[in-house]
């Protein structure tokens, strides 16, 4: 007496993504890595920075914008918002005034008398 196989329908693969997802998808890429240029010293990379934030945190609906985009994609807007304040936090530039030679953080009121004596 042979054994009855079932075999267990299996999902399909999701579909592959469309040309206007891949687009819109590459966009928000280069925004998140746009926010990484605040680190960079070149006046490009910030200002890169400084657009990619503006366009991150605007709120208006409209084709292209962050929110239309992270809607079309499915994406939370808040979610991918704060993954992107993130990303542009943690890349603030150092400020060269922050810490002196021996290591020592100087406070901002010393510096700002330092510099009151020197344009004496």
Known sequence: ??????????????PEPTSD?????????????DLRGRANKGYASVNWAREAYAWLMDDTIAPFSFPW????LDYDIETVRKV????????????RFNVNRRGRTDSPLRLQNTRNYESS
């Not at 007496?1 to 999701?14: F, N």
């Open 84 to 95: 992107g304040l993130s990303i542009y936090n943690a890349n603030k530039p150092i400020n």
């Open 21 to 33: 997802k891949k687009l819109l998808t590459a966009m928000l890429e280069r925004a998140l890595l």
């Open 1 to 14: 007496m042979a054994k009855a196989v079932t075999l267990e329908a299996q999902d399909p693969l999701p």
């Open 69 to 72: 985009i992270c809607i079309e």
